[in-house]
């Protein structure tokens, strides 16, 4: 953060020479900010681009290539902007600020949330970002992944931690709202429903079943939020609703379609063999 | 000197009254959020039975949904006695939504176990409030209504979860439901935006029940008791 | 077929309920037509006091406008007895506007005779309507504020053509009255938007008369009895 | 399933969360309430400078005015006591709005008593705030700016009447102390909106005062003192 | 003075305009009233061909519906005689929506009894008013037109619902004709906004339609008649 | 108006033949409604034009002068335009095309009940702009000042009077719904706040005084008919008032800047002598 | 005098910049309505592809169709000359939306009779504009990537279409066209709000085909020439 | 597989051309900012001509002032050198405001040195930009007029300060001016709404100055040399 820099004039008069220095703790405010904006939109960015790999997740062995891949480039957002990010928050009121980075944050806890549900097969918590987002040592050395960005030109982040350098020893941390992570969520269930409607495609019927509960279940979660949180959730909520729409229509189509497959043909079809279309009367055909 | 002394105490006597009524409102939105909350409750109950195994066990989730009917009834005594007998209308908006979410829950019970219609009377009763402007607390009509068309959402998602749960005979039953309903409702002269727009969409409910109706008989998924 | 004969005569008893407050409705807002009309015609009245020859003539334009009094109140009454005792508040919308409009024109005639400030009570009983709730319909209390608000806008524009008009004195009389009434309202908690709004009017009518004084002083056309 | 109970206690979390934040609000909002109370007063007692003979008394008015700072200081004290540590962004909108009133309020008691604009330090001073984050519960800068402009609009208020009570110096004086706060304010690269719109306000006062010069220039009413 | 005295003839004279307007509007609106009750009626009556039961007995509920033409052309005979010559969409806003609605009912009528396209002619005629403006009260072509468009949006149910009822032939005739409607309204240069969204409504019924025969096809179902 | 011309394919189906028909007299209407719209404007321009020349009306004899003209040019506009407007409404509903004609309407009768004010110091009956749209004859031929139009490639109007031509005899008249009189005489309250404006300028302050108190006047027309009149009309209403308000400020003005007026000197100030400034306790000067 | 008229002449000039801006506006209005009325009938042209007798004559009816190509030039030969060179983006929004249209249509066109995906190169060709800014009238690229987005509906549609007409390859060369395409927006950042809503479009009709392709392949449909 | 190579080179192309707007959109935006802060200092020198000592030094300041005439130009020069040259509409509203502003104080400094209206061509000049399309980054027409309006309100200020310094000269010139460029307005045929609310108060201040005139009229102050 740049240090306010009044010049006096030589023709000031003392209320313009104050205006001064409210100039430069203006400008300065402004300007953290606008940094943090273009940080949030690199973060979005490149959350987005990995939610397109991930969304190439389809067979065993692609898939431990591909979520490795990801792996590496969380740990390269983590230690790169977003550690640039707590950085510069280090020592300031992060609500100040918070509308500057929430659209970064929740693009990445979208990405991260769906990594790790490919991965894990359950949903991330809370804690679990936060714990990524902390970096023990204070303002030590930038992560080694740093990737090269556009804010070359910035000084350095060791030689000037700004306001927060008294708290060497604390460990460094982006501080994560639980809004932001729940509006995160509510994102997530977008990128569930795609993957669902591509798995319907490559006839991973077993995972549309699985999303199509997770769906279900994030969205009771939400509907006993109701609109008690912050405004943001209402309007996520009503995309949801569609997204879980389009999964249980998707599933619903899946089954119709199911009951009607004779059985010798399944094969054919569907690569992954699955207990699925027991019933066997189908339409005449 | 003596008006303005005057016109300040007359100032001052409205100041007061108003105080008096801004915390009455105040303990009014207060009651309706802690209803809110059971009213959320008992939804998110009830969305268990778009689950897999929801469908399967739907006579235990409604009796745990019904739990909390006496929460509800207590919460509508509580408001009901913070709000003046001829001032209903003037905070209605405030427990307005709440009510119309009863509504839809309790008729989506009765539909649950009964596959009837919940009249007026069996809705009030259900949420402990009177049905008659004499008797106090009342379930207002159009709000009864909202309720009726909220159900109608409600299951057309559910008959597409049912089948999907394998229960192809619930999609003839709905249609059928959902078709008597639409009957009824035409009967009415809506001139609430509102509720017209809600009615258009049991139209689209209806229509997209009819489908799954199409798509099982396409398929030749129609169960034999159906004729 | 019996489920459904059941649902349809339920639906016909709640398209009759409907019909009814339908058709209440309709009268209601006819019957506020009419005294909307004769509001009107009060304020019309009342509009030529801005007249050059007006200004000279007040007594006179005031009788005028009050001859219609006894129309005014034969209008509410009327209203009253078609609004049943306990959902004034579910129809208040209706009647809100021209309320406050009357509210206006009775304070405007009050300042005009007797340069005081008509109080609650006085307004009511002017345009023949209660004051609690007890007693029936009633004048509510934001309403009769809404009109002490336009009140101000009134003699703002009032004071500046009583200049025109060649009448010095009455800008300080008015700026007097004004400033009295702007303590008034700082002593109330405003919540409602529309009153907070207008209330910023009040202060800004004030600064303009104000002004009007200040164009008077400094062209030493302050009357004598001013000091 | 796994993920499911996993699901429930993220939504369980969230649910105790947003309670806590939710009561902490309540709280704050009624504490804040208090605080614009106390604040509503000391500007209705400013008002009087407005009067005639006001004007004559402003010391005795600027002493009953900070008579209410001890009761203010006590209220952002307890105010200050709610608040988290840098959390104070979270909560900011709730106490920005009367914080600027105060800013305004405490700037216009300097204003009077001392003819000098009073610095961020004075004001956090005068309603008993820090101005470092270290030290705790600050003054926003941009709520002082805001404060300052508010001024603005009010001297331009007290011009007009001060001419009126007979003192034809105020407003060079006046001039003098708004062309430097505005000439202070164009050095500022105002982002936020409301500020930027209340700038333009100044420039109109300015202008406004100005014109009043001009009055007393052209009549030959400006004092000798002044050249 | 004089030109006072002309002035208040003017507004007097508008102000008898006015009530004459509004009271004939009145009037107006309550015939459409009527109007619109019998339209429902028909409406629902016609619903039934949806049901099971229902498409085997097209003609008994087409006799039915016709049954109330009477009654229709009543009202439009009483709505005529309101309406002053050369004046009809003067007032058209009012009748305009029940008009595309009775034009939807005669066209699903025609259809349902001859599978023809009701010409605007034979609309005409059914409801007893006239094509070209000498005649009288007539039917609006656009009116017509949008009555054609709702008929696209219910034959693509109705053929959702035959096929449940195991009449596999009828979408084959439906896609057919909606075809040439869809053809028939491309020539047009659709200025009215209403018809433009409407239309792109009849190119999603098609579509709907279409994949009922391309699912029909898919199995084999396909009749042998047709090729 | 052009007959419908459906020119019927080789291929069509009986449905597509009728919809020709359908399509044809769409394009019909929707033309004429452009037609009317086009000269509609051409009212518009014109009698803009018009009023900004009458606001140039200050001293006896360049009013004479400027008065003719504008009498000219009015006659010009109902003989060519105004007419031709009648003549493709004739035999059709014109409240079917009144919104393409209404912005013309309203502005024609803005000027001329201003002229009329200038000219005859009150304000024109509805009747009387009705009589000035009524040509007698019928379907005759074109009035004399016919303007040089753009329209000029239209068939003339005596050869093709269209669907009205079996009325003959009857008197050809724009019809003018009250309505529109009513709302082109809340704009003329515009431009009597612009004269008003103009003439505290030039020192005629009896015509200020005058115009204060017609305005005054039109308000109260207004505050009488309130809310029940056309929408339009309430949002005129706001405009009305500003006018009003302004005028009255501006009379204001006079009246407190008249009242320190040294008697002496009125003459160097206001060219016209009034009886003005009786009041002579103006401040220390 | 002499600044005066100087003045005056100065002011003329800009005043007849002005009116001819206005209108070119108008002319380009009319050009580009005549511009729509061909692009809509080459559009009325293409729909019937989707007639049973269409799909076994596609080569006649893209003759048909490509044969107001030279209209369409001209009419965009004709446009161009009339927005000045360098100013095509200031009237932009009047073509936008037609040049979208054509782009669809041109693309359509390509692929009907090629199979290929039309290059912006070979929409910009068809219809006679240039690629490259220098050129003079360009195809925005935009516009043409919305033209690709509804071509993408379109073949979902044909795609059904051709199944019910017998046609059991193309579904499986249709799926594959439309995959590619996908792959290719994924490739794009899409910041147009417009493009992305309809790229989730592209989504959907690309599962729609799929689903067609499911259903051949269940049924042993599936042509052998496939792999 | 080669057709589908292909498609993604293609799309790869058009990827990279959306981002390169995309970031050419960022550049101008920030060149845009940073001339937006030259032409505040320049405002902000100018101000100072409303200060009793600045009117005695108007030719010092306007020096200082055009001092920053060369890095506008450099701002400029850079700006149109990002902007494609036939692409400037496309682009125009980031840089329309800041142009207006520039146009403003281009029209001031000449104003204030030489008492004449500055061209489109002097501002242009001034400023380092084109007048024609052809020649590259221009001046429209409408920025400049919008500049010129400012103009006039700045003006009717500063004459209200210079009879308060004292100089009554002044005045009677602007009054001249402000005349003769209401009569150019007038000329012009107004469609751009912004222009013609500007335009409404270029008539107050004309009124304004001619008020001052009156003022110092009446008390003789009107200097010999102007007739
Ligand atoms: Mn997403
Ligand atoms: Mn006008």
Redesign the interface.
């Known amino acids: 953060p740049p240090e306010p820099k009044p010049e006096p004039a030589a023709d000031d008069t003392p209320v313009t020479a104050m205006f001064r220095g409210f100039a430069s703790q203006l400008d300065s405010k402004h300007d953290l900010y606008e940094r943090l904006v273009k940080k949030s939109r690199d973060v979005t960015i490149e959350s987005k681009r990995i939610i397109f790999m991930l969304h190439r997740v389809t067979s065993e062995e692609q898939d431990r290539q591909v979520l490795e891949e990801a792996a590496g480039r969380f740990r390269q957002l983590e230690g790169g902007t977003l550690r640039q990010i707590a950085e510069e928050l280090a020592g300031h009121d992060p609500y100040l600020y918070l509308r500057a980075i929430s659209p970064g944050l929740q693009e990445y806890i979208e990405a991260l949330s769906f990594y790790h549900y490919l991965l894990n097969d359950r949903v991330i918590s809370c804690a679990e970002v936060q714990q990524r987002l902390t970096y023990p040592g204070g303002s030590a050395e930038p992560a080694s992944g740093a990737e090269p960005s556009t804010t070359a030109g910035e000084p350095p982040p060791p030689a000037e931690t700004g306001p927060g350098e008294g708290e060497v020893g604390d460990p460094l941390r982006l501080p994560l709202p639980y809004h932001e992570y729940v509006l995160g969520l509510a994102d997530l269930t977008g990128e569930l429903m795609r993957r669902c409607i591509s798995s319907v495609s490559s006839g991973q019927l077993e995972e549309c079943w699985r999303l199509c509960a997770l769906l279900r279940t994030i969205h009771e979660g939400f509907v006993n939020i109701g609109n008690t949180g912050p405004r943001e959730i209402t309007r996520k909520l009503a995309t949801l609703r569609q997204s879980l729409t389009k999964v249980e229509n998707a599933c619903y189509q899946l089954k119709v379609r199911g009951e009607e497959i004779p059985r010798h043909m399944l094969a054919d079809v569907f690569s992954a063999t699955d207990d699925y279309g027991a019933h066997d009367d189908y339409a005449a055909d | 000197m003596d008006?303005?002394n005057n016109?300040?105490d007359?100032?001052?006597q409205?100041?007061a009254?108003?105080?008096d009524e801004?915390s009455l409102r105040e303990e009014i939105r207060s009651q309706v959020r802690e209803l809110?909350q059971t009213a959320?409750?008992m939804?998110?109950l009830l969305?268990?039975v778009?689950?897999?195994d929801g469908i399967q066990n739907i006579p235990a989730i409604c009796e745990k949904a019904k739990g909390l009917y006496p929460t509800i009834k207590e919460h509508y005594a509580a408001l009901s006695k913070k709000v003046?007998?001829?001032?209903?209308?003037?905070?209605?908006d405030h427990w307005r939504f709440v009510t119309q979410r009863m509504a839809f829950v309790a008729a989506l019970l009765v539909y649950l176990e009964t596959e009837?219609?919940a009249?007026?009377q069996m809705v009030a009763d259900a949420i402990g409030v009177a049905l008659n402007?004499e008797d106090g607390f009342i379930l207002d009509?159009e709000d009864y209504?909202a309720g009726l068309l909220m159900l109608s959402s409600e299951l057309s998602?559910f008959v597409?979860?049912s089948?999907?749960a394998?229960d192809y005979l619930r999609p003839f039953r709905v249609a059928q439901f959902l078709?008597?309903?639409?009957?009824?409702?035409?009967?009415?002269?809506l001139?609430n935006d509102n509720l017209r727009k809600r009615f258009d969409g049991l139209k689209y409910d209806l229509?997209k029940v009819?489908?799954?109706?199409?798509?099982?008989?396409?398929?030749?998924?129609k169960p034999k008791q159906e004729t």
Chains 1, 6 share one sequence.
């Open positions: 008006s303005s016109l300040s007359v100032f001052l409205y100041s009254y108003m105080e801004q809110e959320r409750e939804t998110t969305q268990s778009h689950q897999q003046p007998k001829d001032q209903y209308y003037r905070f209605h009837q219609l009249t007026q402007k009509l209504l998602r597409v979860n089948v999907t394998g078709s008597e309903l639409s009957a009824g409702f035409r009967l009415l002269n001139k229509k009819e489908e799954v109706v199409y798509d099982l008989s396409i398929r030749g998924l």
